[in-house]
């Protein structure tokens, strides 16, 4: 389904005087900032659309489909990142996982992607299952596994997957383990480090000289009593091993309770280690709710060391990291829970963009601890949703993104055209 343009200015007509009057007095508010160069940067920001998170998900008990028009292709999940990225003006690219999604004919869906205004993010491997007609199994690890064939098996795997980015467009491989133990005395926790360096290794090489690979990291699960790429501190000692090219991805779900994430990603940004992120929101562990649904200020607080972080190396916001959204949960419609996550992430960004650095710096440096605490917490409870609407305004998109969506009935346009089918993939 596609949102024509005549569409979304319609909607937008009805909201106009409501949200000038409400951007107006944010001007004055703020009239102390300069609020474009704020806005440009907030039109600048993609953040990607994984293919797996256009359909349902689930959890390991079961899976409850909406009421249908799940994709069923590669094609349609372009069109409905598309028609995301119409209405918000931040989704900008998809992402995807092979063999969840292996393009057929990449040409083709470059150029169907090109007519949404579409890249395609970093690509993404799949190890952590078993797929038909594999010759070994990972039931004990992939690129670590004790089986040699098992970890040749693994690195073809990932260099097919860059083969398909390349072909693509892409840039990036992001790598995800599950390999680890559920036991004690499983494995040898060394030699498990030094088979999945040598394998990464491999499929290092392979990359070409403009691309990145990164490095996820998870506490915990499938495996629970060790993970071979189990925190950060891991996840950058292999990347510092492999080289220049490799990078620390930080998924938001991947920690423990109650971890300081924003403290971590500050340590990779002046590393020059930071790859991107995989935002989702959690509460008690790698749940992959809705972006800022449970923990907005954390979120607030990522981007607040993640823009001092950047800025003081120079970095471009929206291009020198990877931004993309990993949630998939069965209660939700996917596409207005993606349209959420993005909103929140727009939010958390802007509110970043706000803070007075020079006033923090200087608490900062005074040990006035009460003073810096105002300052973020008074940004963080200023309400930026006109400005982030403005953005939106001035990118073409929509000023209420799931209003419009609803307005429209694409769910129920979207049942009427695909069935009552479930997405492939996940």
Same mark, same amino acid.
């Given at each position: 389904?596609?949102?024509?343009?005549?569409?979304?200015?319609?909607?937008?007509?009805? !909201?106009?005087t409501?949200?000038?009057?409400?951007?107006?007095?944010?001007?004055?508010?703020?009239?102390?900032v300069?609020l474009?160069? =704020?806005?440009?940067?907030?039109v600048?920001?993609?953040?990607?659309i994984?293919?797996?998170?256009?359909?349902?998900?689930?959890t390991?008990f079961?899976?409850?489909?909406?009421?249908?028009?799940?994709? @069923?292709n590669?094609?349609?999940?372009?069109?409905?990142v598309?028609?995301?990225?119409?209405?918000?003006?931040?989704?900008?690219?998809?992402?995807?996982?092979?063999?969840?999604?292996?393009? +057929?004919?990449?040409?083709?869906?470059?150029?169907?992607?090109?007519?949404?205004?579409?890249?395609?993010?970093?690509?993404?491997?799949?190890?952590?299952?078993?797929q038909?007609?594999?010759?070994?199994?990972?039931?004990?690890?992939?690129?670590q596994?004790v089986?040699?064939?098992?970890?040749?098996?693994?690195?073809?795997?990932?260099?097919?997957?860059?083969k398909?980015?390349?072909?693509?467009?892409?840039?990036?491989?992001?790598?995800?383990?599950?390999?680890?133990s559920?036991?004690?005395?499983?494995?040898?926790?060394r030699?498990?480090?030094?088979?999945? &360096?040598e394998?990464?290794?491999?499929?290092?090489?392979?990359?070409?000289?403009?691309?990145?690979?990164?490095?996820?990291?998870?506490a915990?699960?499938?495996?629970?009593?060790s993970?071979?790429?189990g %925190?950060?501190?891991?996840?950058?000692?292999y990347?510092?091993?492999?080289?220049?090219?490799?990078?620390t991805?930080? %998924?938001?779900?991947?920690?423990?309770?109650?971890?300081?994430i924003? +403290?971590?990603?500050?340590?990779?940004? $002046?590393?020059?280690?930071?790859?991107?992120?995989h935002?989702? %929101?959690?509460?008690?562990? %790698?749940?992959?709710?809705?972006?800022?649904?449970i923990?907005?200020? +954390?979120?607030?607080?990522?981007?607040?060391? !993640? =823009?001092?972080?950047?800025?003081?190396?120079?970095?471009?916001?929206?291009?020198?990291?990877?931004?993309?959204?990993?949630?998939s949960?069965?209660?939700?419609d996917?596409?207005e829970?993606?349209?959420?996550?993005?909103?929140?992430? $727009?939010?958390a960004?802007a +509110?970043?963009? !706000? =803070?007075?650095?020079?006033?923090?710096?200087?608490?900062?440096?005074?040990?006035?601890?009460?003073?810096?605490?105002?300052? &973020?917490?008074?940004t963080?409870?200023?309400?930026?949703?006109?400005?982030?609407?403005?953005? @939106?305004?001035?990118?073409?998109a929509?000023?209420?993104?799931?209003?419009?969506?609803?307005y429209?009935?694409? @769910?129920?346009?979207?049942?009427?055209?695909?069935?009552?089918t479930?997405?492939?993939?996940?």
């Open positions: 389904m596609n949102i024509e343009q005549n569409q979304i200015e319609k909607h937008n007509d009805s !909201l106009l409501a949200h000038q009057r409400r951007f107006a007095f944010l001007q004055e508010e703020w009239e102390h300069d474009e160069s =704020v806005i440009q940067k907030l600048d920001f993609q953040i990607a994984p293919s797996w998170a256009l359909g349902t998900g689930g390991r079961g899976r409850f489909a909406i009421a249908g028009g799940e994709p @069923r590669i094609e349609e999940k372009i069109e409905d598309g028609l995301l990225h119409a209405l918000n003006g931040s989704s900008g690219a998809i992402s995807l996982h092979i063999p969840w999604d292996i393009p +057929q004919n990449a040409e083709e869906l470059r150029q169907l992607a090109s007519g949404y205004g579409l890249k395609f993010d970093a690509m993404n491997s799949n190890t952590f299952q078993d038909a007609g594999s010759a070994h199994s990972y039931k004990f690890g992939s690129l596994n089986n040699k064939d098992v970890r040749k098996q693994a690195i073809e795997h990932n260099i097919e997957v860059i398909h980015g390349i072909a693509l467009g892409s840039d990036a491989l992001t790598v995800w383990l599950a390999d680890g559920c036991f004690p005395g499983q494995l040898n926790f030699r498990a480090f030094e088979n999945t &360096l394998s990464l290794q491999e499929i290092y090489s392979a990359l070409p000289e403009d691309w990145k690979m990164f490095v996820e990291y998870k915990f699960e499938p495996n629970f009593y993970t071979t790429v %925190d950060w501190g891991q996840s950058l000692l990347a510092s091993k492999l080289g220049k090219k490799a990078y991805l930080v %998924d938001l779900g991947h920690h423990l309770p109650n971890a300081n924003e +403290q971590i990603v500050a340590l990779l940004l $002046m590393e020059g280690k930071l790859g991107g992120f935002f989702n %929101d959690s509460k008690y562990g %790698d749940d992959d709710l809705t972006a800022g649904s923990k907005p200020y +954390q979120l607030f607080l990522i981007f607040n060391d !993640l =823009v001092e972080g950047m800025d003081a190396k120079g970095m471009n916001h929206a291009r020198d990291l990877g931004w993309m959204i990993d949630a949960h069965n209660v939700k996917p596409l829970d993606l349209l959420q996550s993005v909103e929140a992430i $727009m939010i960004y +509110q970043a963009l !706000l =803070v007075d650095r020079k006033a923090l710096s200087e608490a900062q440096q005074n040990n006035d601890v009460a003073k810096a605490q105002e300052i &973020l917490q008074n963080f409870r200023s309400d930026l949703r006109a400005l982030v609407a403005e953005a @939106r305004l001035r990118a073409g929509a000023l209420l993104p799931i209003g419009l969506y609803r429209l009935n694409v @769910r129920n346009t979207l049942v009427n055209q695909r069935g009552k479930s997405a492939t993939g996940l």
